[in-house]
Every structure is written in C-alpha cells, then in structure tokens.
C-alpha cells in the first residue's frame, strides 16, 4: 500500500457502502469497510452454475464489486469518486457448498489511480480466486 496524503478526511467523511440490487440477490453482506480494507461474504449456494460449482460469473461480480467499494473508499477522502477501468482474475480452484470471504486490499492509492487484489477465500480459507482491480478516480459530478 502507498503511503496516504496527510490531509485525509476523517473517518465520518468516508464513502459507506450501500448494496446494489444485483449485490442483494446474490446475497451480499459487508462485514468490513475501511481504506485499509473491504470485506464481503456471499453464500455459494443461489450462485452456483448448473455443474453445481461456484459460478466464476458470480466470483468475478462480487470481486469487482467490493474492489471497487474499495476503490471509492479512498477516492471519498480525496473529495472523489471512481470508476473501473481493469479487472482480471484467476480461477484456481471452485466451491460447491458454504460461503466464500471477499477481500479487498489496496496495492496502490493514488490520486488518479487505484488497485486492489481482491482475494476470494471459502470456509477453510483457500483461495479460490485472485482478482486485480483498477479504478479511475474522477471528481464528483
């Protein structure tokens, strides 16, 4: 992680996290928001593919979701919003049962810039999915 600007707006300021509607249906709760990190669970089942394994569509949705809460995060300190601009992920290994863990930590914050690995874990805490994330960030409109 990049060393923060020292004038950084407080905590109360920070961009809060609201679910969208596809977040909802797939059953999205945020556990942890903060600059550092964004932590999100999503139940496997209802987001499984007809196999009956994890749908990747799914990992990469709710990945790029809390990647880019992330990203918003930071880009409220600075007065900013952000959009996405990149994302890529690697599949090594998939889950028929249980909830997955979504976590987003920051690689680079800039002020133009953000990206984030964004690890997708199951109950056992293997990985199942690395994600990049990369966030334009723009002013307000």
């Known amino acids: 992680m990049t060393k923060e600007s020292p004038d950084r707006s407080s905590s109360a300021d920070l961009w809060k996290i609201t ?10 709760k945020i556990v942890e928001e903060s600059v550092e990190r964004v ?14 394994l994890l749908h990747g569509g799914a ?15 930071h880009a409220s300190t600075l007065g900013k919003t ?3 601009v990149d994302v890529s992920a690697t599949h090594h290994r ?3 049962d249980g909830q997955i863990t979504i976590t987003a930590t920051p ?34 409109k």
């Open 19 to 28: 679910l969208g509607e596809l977040d909802e249906k797939m059953g999205v």
């Open 39 to 52: 932590v999100a669970t999503m139940p496997v089942e209802g987001n499984r593919q007809s196999f009956g």
């Open 59 to 73: 990992s990469l949705a709710v990945g790029e979701a809390v990647g880019s809460w992330a990203a918003v995060i």
């Open 82 to 84: 952000a959009v996405g």
């Open 94 to 96: 998939s889950a028929r």
């Open 107 to 140: 690689i680079h914050l800039g002020g133009t810039l953000t990206t984030h690995e964004v690890l997708i874990t199951n109950d056992s805490g293997q990985r199942l999915c690395t994600m990049r994330i990369t966030n334009l960030l723009m002013k307000r």
